[in-house]
C-alpha cells in the first residue's frame, strides 16, 4: 500500500493528502480541490507550481510545459508530479473562487443518444447519463471519453449548457486515423454504452463579472462556445457578447439557425463568420462574413479588448495566435479564459 503524504498550498493555505502512486492533481480532484489545469498530460503549463519544500518527482513530460532549468530551480508540473514526502507548493495560477467552489469530478455510464454529422468533419454526439442520472458542470468545461474496450480516453468540451445537464452533447472533429473519431463511422452507435469522467476545465463564466465577453472559436472549439452562449441565454445574462467563429468554408458552418436566435435571447449579440477561403455562396440569412483567419478578424474590428473577457477554443495554432494578439493589446491574464487541447503523445 502507497505511503500518504500531506500537501500545503500557498498562498491559499489549503491542505489535503496525496498518496504517493497518484499525481497531486488528481489527489486535488479526488478531494474537490480544484487546481487551474489544462491538458492534464504534461503538455502545457497552466498547472505549473513551485516547490517550497518536500519531496517531489514527475513522469513523463514535455520540455515546452516546464524546461530542464525551471525543474532544477523547483518548478513543477502538478499533473506530473507525485510527493514521496510531505510537501509546501507554491500556486502560481489559481482561481479563488474555483479551488473550493467547482463541480466535483464524476465517473458516469452514459447511453449513445444520436450521431449525427454537422459538417463535412465535424459530428455532432449526444449521451445520455446512466449512472448517476445527471452529469453535473460548468457552462465552458470539458470531460474524458473512455475509448470503449481500452483504459484510453480523449477529452472533448460539453456543447449543451448545464441546465440540460440529462442529455450531453460533444462535438467531434474527425482525423484522420483518429482513435476516437474513427469509431463514429460506425464503431458506435446508438444504444451504445460509454464511460464518462468529469467536469474539468476553469474556462467558465465567472459570477458576478460585468465586461462583455468576446467568444473566439474554430471548427470543433464550437461546443464550449455554445455551452457557454446556452448558459447566457438561459439565465439572462445581461452582458454583451461578440461571437467570432473560423472556418475554412461557408460549407463548414453549422448551427446557423440557433447561433442567430441567441439575439432574440442575449441582451447585445454579434456573430461574426470568418472564412480563411473566399466562398461565393453563403448559406441564406448569413451575414457579417469576414474574410481571414480568426485572430486578425478579432485584431481588425476590436479596439477595446482590454475591457473584455475573452473566451477562446479551437486549433492550437488559432489559440496561440490569439493568446499572442489579447498580450499585443494589453489583456489581463485574469479577462483571458481558455482549455487548450494537446496531444496524449510527446512529439
Not at 500545503?8 to 498518496?19: N, S
Not at 513551485?50 to 530551480?73: K, P, W
Not at 448545464?162 to 464503431?187: I, M
Not at 475554412?248 to 453549422?254: E, K, P, Q, S, W
Amino acid at each position: 500500500m502507497a505511503d500518504t503524504h500531506r500537501i500545503h498550498f500557498e498562498p491559499v493555505d489549503i491542505e489535503m493528502d496525496v498518496d504517493e502512486d497518484e499525481k497531486i492533481l488528481d489527489a486535488a480532484f479526488r478531494q474537490g480541490i480544484h487546481l487551474m489545469h489544462g491538458c492534464r498530460e504534461g503538455q502545457c503549463s497552466a498547472c505549473k507550481s513551485y516547490v517550497l519544500d518536500g519531496e517531489i518527482q514527475m513522469d513523463r513530460y514535455s520540455t515546452f510545459a516546464c524546461n530542464d532549468s525551471e525543474v532544477e530551480e523547483g518548478y513543477v508540473l502538478l499533473c506530473r508530479a507525485h510527493s514521496y514526502s510531505d510537501c509546501t507548493i507554491e500556486l502560481l495560477n489559481f482561481d479563488k473562487d474555483e479551488l473550493l467552489g467547482g463541480v466535483p469530478i464524476q465517473n458516469v455510464r452514459a447511453r449513445v443518444l444520436a450521431i449525427e454529422p454537422v459538417t463535412r468533419d465535424i459530428v455532432s454526439l449526444v449521451l445520455r447519463p446512466l449512472e448517476p442520472e445527471i452529469f453535473e458542470f460548468k457552462a465552458g468545461q470539458y470531460a474524458d471519453i473512455t475509448i470503449p474496450g481500452t483504459e484510453d480516453h480523449r477529452s472533448f468540451s460539453m456543447a449543451t449548457a448545464p441546465a440540460t445537464s440529462d442529455r450531453v452533447q460533444f462535438l467531434v472533429k474527425k482525423y484522420p486515423g483518429g482513435v476516437f473519431s474513427g469509431l463514429l463511422d460506425g464503431g458506435l452507435t446508438v444504444g451504445d454504452e460509454v464511460h464518462l469522467n468529469g467536469p474539468y476545465g476553469s474556462s467558465t463564466l465567472k459570477e458576478g463579472h460585468v465586461l462583455p465577453v468576446i467568444c473566439i472559436g474554430g471548427g470543433a472549439g464550437m461546443a464550449p462556445i455554445l455551452s457557454l452562449l446556452r448558459h447566457m441565454s438561459d439565465t439572462g445574462d445581461p452582458r454583451p457578447v461578440r461571437f467570432y467563429y473560423g472556418a475554412r468554408t461557408a460549407a463548414d458552418l453549422f448551427y446557423l439557425d440557433e447561433i442567430r436566435d441567441f439575439a432574440n435571447t442575449l441582451r447585445d449579440f454579434v456573430f461574426v463568420p470568418c472564412l480563411s477561403e473566399n466562398s461565393d455562396s453563403l448559406p441564406d440569412g448569413v451575414t457579417g462574413v469576414e474574410t481571414g483567419m480568426v485572430p486578425d478578424v478579432v485584431g481588425a474590428r476590436e479596439s477595446e479588448l482590454h475591457r473584455c473577457e475573452t473566451y477562446l477554443c479551437g486549433p492550437p495554432p488559432m489559440v496561440d495566435a490569439t493568446l499572442d494578439l489579447l498580450e499585443s493589446r494589453g489583456v489581463p491574464k485574469d479577462q483571458i479564459f481558455y482549455d487548450k487541447f494537446t496531444s496524449p503523445t510527446f512529439e
